[in-house]
C-alpha cells in the first residue's frame, strides 16, 4: 500500500490519502480507490494501465484527454442534454504529464472517483437496460462535435470483418494445433454467413455511414450509476478511437442482452432478451435518433448480429492457433466460448424481425 500511496501522491490531489485499496471488477487494468481526508475533498481511481494490450500510453492518453475536455466543454455550453451525466477528469502529475511510468516500467493514471456511483457486472432489469443505452446515447451525442479523424486508432482494425475471416482462413488451412476436426460444423456456420457479414463495413466504404468517435467497451460495468440507479457516466476510455457506432450498439446488445454467460455451456440457455434489448434500444435512441443517419438506424439490429459473429470468429481462431490472445480457463475453453456465441446469433436471426420491429418503431417515437 506505501508504494501505491506513494504513487498516488505523484499526482496533484487534494485531501490527504488515507486509504488505497483494490476496487472494480475490470478485467483489463488493476484499479485501487484512493480514499482521502476531510470529506470535501474527492476521492479517485488509481489505475495500472495494461500496457501489453495497450502499446502506446501516450496516444491512448491524447484520446481521453481530447474526449473528456470535449464532453465537459459541451456539458457547461450547451442547453445541458441531462442533469446528472458527469466526466470522469484525468488528474494531471507533479511533472505535468497525465500518466506516470514507474521504474519497473508500469504505466499509472487517476482519475477522480466519480462521488457516491456504483456499476453493474449483469444487467438485471430493463430499467437499468434503459439507462445504460441512453448513457451510451448521452456519450456519442456529446463526442459527435468531435472529429474522429483526430483520434488515435489505438488498436487498429479491431472490427475489421475482411481481415479477421481472412486470418480465420489462413488458421483453418495450416491447422497449427491440429483441432481442425472437431471444427468442422462452425467453419460451416462462419462460411455461411462471411458474406452478409462485411454489410457495415461497405456502407462505410460507401459514404453510407460516418466514421464517428466509438467507445469500443460498450460492457454494462462500464456504465456508471447513482443511488437512484440513474446512469450519470461513463468509464473505461483505454479504446474511444475513431470507429462505426454500430459496433458500440451491437457489443452492448451482446454482452447485455445475453440470458447467459458468455461462455455458457448449456446451449439450451443462450438467447437474447428482448425485453432487454427492447428497453436499451429505447434509452439509446430516445437520444441517438437526433443524430443517427437513416443507414446507422437501419443497422442497429444487424449490429448485434455482426458482433456476435466476429466475436465468436475470433474465439474460434483463437482455439484453432491454440488459445494465444484469450486467457481460457480449461482446455477447450475458447470453442465454448465460440458455441455460445453463434448460438447466440442464431436465436438472434430467429428473432430477426421482432428485433427490427422494436428499432423501427423506437427510432420514430
Ligand atoms: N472514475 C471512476 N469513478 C467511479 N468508478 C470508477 C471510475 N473508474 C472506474 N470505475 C469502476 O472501476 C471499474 C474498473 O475500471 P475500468 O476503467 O472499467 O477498468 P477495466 O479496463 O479494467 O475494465 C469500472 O467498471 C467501474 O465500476
Ligand atoms: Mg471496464
Redesign the pocket.
Known amino acids: 500500500m506505501n508504494d501505491l500511496i506513494s504513487i498516488a501522491r505523484q499526482f496533484i490531489i487534494e485531501g490527504t490519502i488515507v486509504s488505497v485499496k483494490p476496487?472494480?471488477?475490470?478485467?483489463?487494468?488493476?484499479?485501487f480507490l484512493v480514499k482521502t481526508l476531510p470529506e470535501a475533498a474527492p476521492d479517485y481511481?488509481l489505475?495500472r494501465i495494461?500496457h501489453t494490450i495497450f502499446r502506446n500510453i501516450p496516444d491512448l492518453t491524447d484520446n481521453i484527454l481530447k474526449v473528456t475536455q470535449h464532453i465537459r466543454q459541451q456539458l457547461h455550453a450547451s442547453e445541458s442534454i441531462s442533469d446528472t451525466f458527469q466526466v470522469?477528469r484525468l488528474i494531471q502529475a507533479h511533472s505535468g504529464s497525465f500518466f506516470i511510468h514507474d521504474e519497473e516500467g508500469n504505466f499509472w493514471r487517476l482519475?477522480?472517483?466519480?462521488r457516491g456511483?456504483?456499476?453493474y457486472d449483469i444487467v438485471a432489469n430493463p430499467d437499468l437496460a434503459y439507462e445504460g443505452g441512453k448513457a451510451f446515447g448521452i456519450f456519442q451525442y456529446l463526442t459527435s462535435g468531435i472529429d474522429a479523424s483526430s483520434l488515435h486508432e489505438i488498436l487498429p482494425d479491431f472490427h475489421n470483418i475482411a481481415k479477421r475471416i481472412s486470418t480465420f482462413r489462413e488458421t483453418v488451412l495450416r491447422n497449427p494445433a491440429g483441432r481442425l476436426n472437431e471444427v468442422i460444423n462452425e467453419i460451416a456456420f462462419v462460411e455461411a454467413r462471411s458474406e452478409q457479414m462485411h454489410a457495415i463495413m461497405r456502407l462505410g466504404e460507401q459514404g453510407y455511414i460516418p466514421v464517428r468517435v466509438t467507445h469500443n467497451?460498450t460492457k454494462f460495468?462500464?456504465i456508471?450509476f447513482n443511488q437512484d440507479n440513474k446512469a450519470i457516466?461513463i468509464?473505461?476510455l483505454?479504446t474511444v478511437m475513431p470507429g462505426y457506432v454500430l459496433y458500440d450498439f451491437g457489443d452492448a446488445i451482446r454482452t447485455g442482452s445475453n440470458m447467459a454467460a458468455e461462455d455458457e455451456a448449456d446451449l439450451a440457455k443462450v438467447n437474447i432478451d428482448l425485453h432487454l434489448f427492447e428497453a436499451y434500444s429505447k434509452g439509446y435512441l430516445g437520444i441517438a435518433r437526433k443524430f443517427l443517419h437513416p443507414a446507422e438506424i437501419s443497422h442497429l439490429a444487424f449490429s448485434a448480429k455482426f458482433m456476435t459473429y466476429i466475436i465468436g470468429l475470433r474465439f474460434l481462431t483463437d482455439h484453432l492457433v491454440g488459445d494465444r490472445y484469450f486467457k481460457i480457463g480449461f482446455p477447450g475453453h475458447n470453442l465454448q466460448r465460440a458455441r455460445a456465441q453463434f448460438k447466440l446469433l442464431e436465436r438472434m436471426e430467429e428473432q430477426f424481425f421482432p428485433m427490427q420491429e422494436i428499432i423501427r418503431k423506437q427510432a420514430m417515437n
Open positions: 476496487f472494480g471488477s475490470g478485467h483489463i487494468n488493476d484499479s481511481v489505475q495494461n470522469i482519475y477522480n472517483h466519480v456511483s456504483k456499476s467497451d460495468n462500464n456508471l457516466s468509464v473505461d483505454d
